[in-house]
Structure formats: C-alpha cells, structure tokens
C-alpha cells in the first residue's frame, strides 16, 4: 500500500459515513410514513407477514446503525494513527499541510488560500512530505462495505 492509499482511506471512510447517515435518514423517512395496522370490526388491514409495514424498516435502520458506529470507531483509530504518522514528516507546514488534505479533507485551492502558495508550491510540499512517511508495520487497511 502506497502512503497516498493510506492517507485517503480516511477521507473514503468519512464519505462512506455521510452516505450512510443519508440513508439512515432515508430509512427513518420512510419508517414514518408507513401505514400502521388499523383494526376495525368488518376488516382487519395487516401486512403479509403479520408484522406492522414499519417493522422491517426499523430492522434496517438498526442494522445500518449498527455498521455506522463501526464505521466511526474505525474512522476514529485511523485518524489516530493517521496522526501519528504524519508526525513523522520534519516541518510544521508539511504536517499541517498532510492534515488539511488527509484529515480535514479540504481541496488543494483552500489550501493554497489558508497557507498562502501556489499549487505547484503545494504539490511540491505534499511530495516531499510524503517522501519522509514510513507506513507503520500495523498500518490500518480499512475494508469499506455497503
């Protein structure tokens, strides 16, 4: 694994996190607009299995809670030791500028703006920052899933 591969995988989780958290929402949406039984003396509505129509999407949405709080402790321990070994870089502006790109996932034009250079300057730092990381024997390889 490449050190560029390793330092994305945060930003590949955090955005696999927003998705879920989107259909989460989507799934409790839905929950809510689902018919109840209703029970009256001539007819009695229920859905195939037996259970309330919303019983099935309450399964899920607990289910893809359950996914997106491993997604977030994941997350969590690899921004831990996605810092630790950006620490390895010398130069304060390299580590803050690994951490603008990789941690906080901000595009290359804010970066230019919050620290003031070029691109071709920014592309040239990220290099010879990258240039000093040694991936760590226990790198984390994050198995993303839908």
Known sequence: MTVETYLEQGLLLD???????????????????????????????????????????????????????HEIDQLEELKKQMTEVIQQVKEDKLQMLLAYKYLEGMSQAEICNLMGVSRFTIRRWLQSAIDQITLPENAMMVKLRF
């Open 15 to 69: 955005q696999r996190i927003r998705y879920h958290l989107k259909k989460l929402e989507d799934l409790r949406q839905t929950a809510n607009s689902l018919p109840s039984i209703t029970i009256r003396k001539d007819k009695v509505q229920t859905s195939p299995s037996g259970e309330a129509p919303f019983v099935g999407a309450l399964l899920r949405m607990e289910e893809m809670q359950e996914q997106i709080n």
